[in-house]
């Protein structure tokens, strides 16, 4: 089960996390600038993770309970811990974006493919 500061919001379908890029935010040295010949390193660079996956409901007012859920937590800018669906725990983390495709598919239940941004703010 994943979660953010302890709210369930994406366990109703399949959903994955990738740990966006890690390390030092640095300028390379200009190839037409002879004054610049070092790489300057600027600061560690902001622990970013994205989670993508589907919503799933059995019915249209629960698709929309859930997807409110969802915008009430990213309006709020929920910041804690985030767990992902294997145990693995990120502390200090804020939800920053959720952006959901552009249609909903209908069949034996109603999904929606979507994006989630969370960020360690520096």
Do not use: C
């Not at 390390?23 to 010949?37: E, I, N, R, Y």
């Not at 985030?82 to 909903?104: C, H, K, Y």
């Amino acid at each position: 089960m994943s979660s953010i500061n302890g709210q369930v919001l994406f366990d109703s379908g399949p959903h994955r996390f990738v740990v966006r890029s890690v390390g030092t935010l640095f300028f390379p040295p200009l190839s037409l600038d002879f004054l610049q010949t070092t790489t300057e390193l600027i600061g560690p660079i902001e622990l970013a993770i994205r989670q993508t996956g589907r919503i799933v409901a059995t019915t249209e007012s629960g698709m929309r309970s859930l997807i409110e859920a969802i915008k009430s937590a990213g309006e709020a800018r929920v910041n804690g811990t985030l767990i992902d669906n294997a145990g693995q725990s990120w502390t200090d983390m804020t939800f920053l974006r959720f952006r959901p495709e552009d249609r909903v598919d209908r069949g034996r239940v109603i999904s929606l493919e979507y994006r989630a941004d969370y960020v360690r703010l520096a």
